[in-house]
């Protein structure tokens, strides 16, 4: 008890210090999950949730208790897995004891509670982590109470994708019992018919979730993402799956993750020193694969390791987070069964203090090295990394958020390069509060605006990437120097919004409104920088609420009617704008080098169905801003 409370407290430490900052920012698809558990508190239920390319239910319903009590925040987000983590190492440790003793399970438990694999997946807020804690509870009924093996076995397919294959647990056990059994056969019938009262049960309670699949095969987008190395089987080329295989099977000491988004890229999941240790426990299951136990084992690691093995970018510590208890219990294993070699060798009979104290201290340095191994590359390293900052967890938003706490302003407007909604509900759920954030896009990939709050100063913030085009700057009257710009990565600048109203180069006498919705006051002819290229940017003015899909055209006519040029966007979040905003949009038009008038035309539509927004007071859907002359090229 001593030492289980020591490892589970152990496991605490590294899955609750720093949970804000390890993983670095909020990901996409912990966004994604607090918003689905949003809709089921909203009355959406489903088996199968078709979010995020195709959710399985379990977690988001494990989820649903903590945002009731906690909020909307990321402490809701990251605390569920935390508690499934540390539940993980708890039911390993009752496990692993019950059927190969105390020293063995309190060894693969400080395995789990100490290593990177374990750790991150008990950090990041997504469900993947649910699949090894329900396959541990059918191990533990197993195989005294079939029934309840079966009912734990068969909810792990509403947990994670990887989980489809635990089937052939079973079938593999009820063979094998089949065929080693040597006793009467009454007797020999009784461990088989458990296997497929576990195998019967467990199809029975996933039916719901492969009827609701076989109904509507678009929503498991992630499983056709993946079929790549089947496919090329079926083709009649194996070697995209055979090369799965053998990254797979050398995850343990030879090749590692090919991807960021959970660990150093290609690190194994031991250090050598580890890894003998699990292939000494390996070859021992394999050595009393008559006891059913150590068979049992090696049928759970084995199918485990298929989701990884036949999908592409192998091996993948996702996809093999099934195989968590067993892989550190071999760990255990290995090391108990080299403890009880060296007491029982009549070599070292005389010096067993001294083999044992050596021993002690080779363990604890290979704890040491683990512990190394965990801090530098998963407290430091990875989570410092450029990659993983930028690309896969949205560290400058979780920094943004921790500025604007520190120096909170009436308004704040936030960039990005691609805005999409699930950035407003990152930093909000960073913050913890909504700060009714204008959102714009800006960036060498579009053309960009600016927003000015309606009514008192605020604060800017561009990231890196996110860089703004000089001309919006000085036409919102924002210096071209930031308050200050970060030395984090990415970085990210701060301005200043100033509270007095731009004024446009060419304002109208008389606003246009656009159905009472947004008003256009006025348009800047910028001159050309280089070639053909027209810059212009256009000054509105919100009213009320306007759509979510809201696009501007600018389009270029020449004296006959035809188009010429023309450039559509509203690099402002319509969505996020409230009434009094000040909205500077920019137009970029590449015009031909011909000479001839050209009138510029302006109006506003919706994206879903083209509809085109009516200027008050007009007979056409459109305004003409000007007669203008394109640029030769001289």
């Known amino acids: 008890m001593w030492w289980g409370t020591a490892v589970l407290l152990l496991a605490a430490v590294f899955r609750l210090v720093l949970l804000h900052d390890v993983p670095p920012g909020l990901s996409q698809d912990e966004v994604l999950n607090a918003d689905i558990v949003q809709f089921t508190r909203g009355g959406y239920h489903a088996l199968f949730f078709r979010e995020g390319y195709g959710h399985e239910p379990l977690y988001h319903y494990f989820s649903v208790p903590f945002q009731v009590l906690l909020g909307d925040n990321v402490l809701s987000i990251r605390l569920p897995a935390v508690t499934l983590g540390l539940l993980l190492v708890a039911l390993t440790l009752r496990w692993a004891r019950r059927e190969f003793g105390g020293r063995t399970a309190v060894l693969a438990g400080i395995g789990l509670a100490v290593s990177w694999w374990p750790i991150v997946f008990s950090r990041v807020g997504i469900r993947p982590i649910l699949e090894p804690v329900l396959l541990l509870l059918f191990a533990w009924f197993w195989p005294k109470r079939p029934y309840l093996a079966g009912l734990f076995l068969g909810l792990s397919l509403y947990s994670y994708t990887g989980a489809r294959v635990v089937f052939a647990i079973p079938v593999l056990l009820a063979i094998y019992l089949l065929f080693t059994q040597r006793r009467k056969e009454v007797e020999k019938r009784k461990p088989v018919r458990g296997a497929l009262i576990v195998l019967a049960v467990s199809l029975l309670v996933a039916l719901p979730l492969f009827l609701t699949l076989w109904a509507d095969p678009t929503l498991q987008q992630r499983v056709d993402q993946l079929a790549g190395p089947l496919e090329a089987l079926q083709a009649g080329d194996p070697q995209p799956i055979m090369q799965s295989v053998v990254d797979t099977v050398g995850i343990f000491s030879f090749t590692g993750d090919p991807r960021w988004t959970y660990t150093l890229p290609n690190r194994p999941l031991f250090d050598w020193g580890t890894a003998v240790f699990f292939y000494v426990g390996l070859l021992l299951a394999f050595w009393r694969w008559r006891q059913p136990h150590y068979a049992f084992v090696l049928i759970w690691l084995g199918v485990t390791l298929i989701p990884s093995a036949v999908t592409p970018q ?14 550190y219990l071999m760990v255990g294993l290995g090391i108990t069964a080299v403890y009880h070699s060296l007491s029982t060798m009549k070599a070292f009979a005389n010096q067993q203090k001294a083999v044992y104290l050596l021993f002690t201290l080779l363990l604890v340095a290979l704890l040491g090295v683990n512990l190394y191994r965990t801090i530098n590359d998963g407290f430091i390293r990875w989570p410092q990394a450029e990659t993983t900052r930028l690309k896969h967890y949205q560290t400058v938003l979780l920094d943004i958020a921790r500025d604007w706490r520190a120096h909170s302003t009436e308004n704040l407007v936030v960039a990005e390069a691609f805005y999409e909604p699930i950035d407003r509900d990152s930093l909000i759920r960073n913050l913890g509060s909504d700060p009714q954030a204008r959102w714009v896009q800006t960036g060498p990939e579009v053309a960009g605006a600016v927003v000015l709050p309606g009514g008192g100063d605020g604060r800017f913030y561009v990231p890196e990437f996110a860089s703004v085009h000089p001309s919006l700057l000085a036409a919102a009257g924002i210096s071209t120097e930031p308050l200050f710009r970060t030395e984090s990565q990415p970085s990210f600048a701060v301005y200043h919004l100033p509270v007095e109203r731009p004024l446009p180069a060419v304002p109208f006498e008389a606003s246009i409104s656009f159905e009472s919705r947004i008003k256009l006051e006025g348009y800047e002819l ?16 919100v009213e009320d609420a306007l759509p979510a899909d809201l696009r501007i055209f600018i389009h270029a006519v020449d004296e006959t009617g035809s188009l010429v040029a023309q450039h559509d966007g509203f690099d402002a979040a319509p969505e996020e704008l409230r009434s009094g905003d000040i909205v500077i949009q920019h137009h970029v038009l590449d015009l031909p080098e011909t000479v001839g008038s050209l009138e510029l035309q302006v109006g506003l539509y919706t994206l879903h ?22 640029v030769d090229g001289k």
């Not at 192998?314 to 892989?327: D, Q, Y």
């Not at 910028?526 to 290229?533: D, H, K």
């Open 314 to 327: 192998s091996p993948s510590t996702v996809r093999l987070v099934g195989a968590l208890p067993v892989v």
């Open 609 to 630: 169905n083209q509809q085109r927004l009516l200027p008050v007071g007009f007979q056409r859907d459109i305004v003409v801003l000007t007669q203008m002359v394109p």
């Open 526 to 541: 910028l001159s050309p920088e280089t070639g053909a290229f027209r810059h212009l940017l256009t000054f509105w003015q």
